[in-house]
């Protein structure tokens, strides 16, 4: 049943790739972007949730952490797409909540880890970090998303941090690195220049996230 589960988890993963792919170099907005990020939210939705099982079954708190961790920047990445109307609804509400919530765990088991792999130890504390930083800034906006080109620049760096966490499942399943923690943190530091290189593009220097 795990292996079936894995398969599947592969499968709805590379559905997830082919959407990224597609998102990132057709125009942004149009027809084949929409439907990129189409596929990928469904893909990351179906691949999240096998994790989420697996992780539960074979005990393995650590991907359940990560894999919290990637749905809410897929969450609120597809929220900023749709919510033209800028409202943030109670589901958006509540899910930032989690976030700082589940991240501040997330930091505390760091410290647990430590004494068996300090590896995931210094990957929960960075995901922890950046998980409670963008819950909260997502909680302090109230009841609206921005809007206009903002709300655009919070919609790509979210389905960015998505997408690196897209690479990073990748990376680690196939390559082998020594410690362990360069292949988890090396997309994010490099995604994150990425990232921040669009959102000047769209927004100019200033954006809050």
Do not use: C
Request: no cysteine; hydrophobic share 50%.
């Amino acid at each position: 049943m795990i292996k079936t589960m894995v398969g599947l988890h592969v499968l709805m993963g590379s559905i997830a790739a082919l959407g990224m792919i597609t998102a990132l170099v057709t125009k942004k907005g149009g027809l084949w972007h929409r439907r990129g990020g189409r596929a990928y939210v469904a893909g990351m939705a179906g691949a999240l949730s096998l994790a989420f099982i697996v992780s539960l079954a074979t005990g393995n708190i650590f991907l359940f952490f990560v894999g919290l961790f990637s749905a809410y920047l897929v969450f609120t990445g597809f929220r900023l797409a749709i919510a033209r109307d800028s409202i943030r609804n109670t589901l958006d509400k509540g899910s930032s909540v989690f976030m700082i919530f589940a991240g501040s765990v997330m930091f505390a088991f760091s410290a647990y880890s430590f004494s068996t792999d300090s590896s995931i130890a210094i990957i929960l504390i960075v995901f922890g970090l950046i998980g409670v930083g963008q819950g909260y800034s997502d909680f302090r906006r109230g009841d609206k998303w921005p809007v206009g080109k903002e709300r655009i620049a919070l919609h790509l760096g979210r389905m960015g941090g998505a997408s690196i966490a897209t690479v990073t499942a990748v990376l680690v399943v196939n390559v082998q690195t020594n410690p362990a923690w360069i292949a988890w943190l090396a997309p994010t530091l490099i995604g994150s220049v990425a990232i921040s290189h669009w959102t000047k593009k769209t927004l100019g220097p200033t954006i809050r996230t």
